[in-house]
């Protein structure tokens, strides 16, 4: 059988085996080697396509709510808040579930760099660590960021080896409110805020619910003092800022501000 053209029906389908063949040892080149797990040989606990669950503790601030952290062949692909943790109950803010573009953000950086004309370039560890050794002077001021208990342990007892000092950096820190509780009530702690009980609660500029100290703390408080009771009641809040954040848009009221102001406003 053929066409028009002489093509015979053998040779169409020895050129369609031809051309398939060529096509299924492309397929199958070795010239761009993908590994399909993270490991050769995985640890006894990993299976492949079943998720592996393990405990922590989120290190976004230094409330430290529990989490649970989901991992699919050695590599994190969820964080929960773990139910059995005294802060977190199950529960997690926003900043603990974005934690996960920390950790695979592709400009974090993964070792040691070294600045040379203004600019970054890798160096081994073994050369850090040698640097730091011969540059580090008497009396060294260490800037460090949150921290768990280990690690600051360890960073503690380094500064305290070389006569240094350590200074903690936290974007987001309480050490104003932790002045201002050794003012006023003579200890220098991070006061507790017992929303639950509250029948009306006023914040100057607490955006407690979104970023201050322990959200979820909060929330959950906040949810039960917010809420109609069995008796029909349920709390008042006034929130005073400057943005109609998730705090301000729960309050029954909101005073607008200008940043800074909230001071004045409350001493008005």
Partial sequence: ?????????????????????????????????????????????????????????????????????????????????????????????????????????????????????????????????????????????????AAGPSLSDLIDRFVDAAGGMRIDYEGLSEAPLREAARIVFGRNEVPSFDFEHAHVVVSFGADFLESWLSPVEHARGFARMHGVDEEGHKGRFVYVGPRLSLTGQNADEWFPAAPGTEAMVALA
Avoid at 3 to 11: A, H, L, P, T, V
Avoid at 31 to 40: G, H, Q, S
Wanted: glycine residues 14%; aromatic residues 6%.
């Fill in 1 to 145: 059988m053929s066409d028009g053209n002489g093509i015979k029906r053998r040779d169409f389908l020895k050129v369609l085996g031809v051309s398939g063949a060529g096509a299924g040892l492309v397929g199958c080149s070795t010239d761009k080697v993908e590994k399909l797990l993270p490991y050769v040989v995985p640890p006894e606990e990993i299976t492949p396509g079943v998720a592996t669950w393990y405990t922590s503790v989120c290190g976004e601030c230094s409330t430290g709510c529990g989490i649970w952290v989901r991992t699919r062949e050695g590599r994190v692909v969820k964080v929960e808040g773990n139910p059995e943790h005294p802060v977190s109950r199950g529960a997690l803010c926003a900043r603990g579930h974005s934690s996960l573009q920390g950790l695979y953000n592709p400009d974090r950086f993964t070792g040691p760099k070294l600045r040379e004309g203004g600019e970054l370039r890798d160096i081994s560890w073994d050369e850090a660590e040698q640097l730091l050794a011969d540059r580090l002077g008497e009396n060294p001021i260490v800037i460090t960021g």
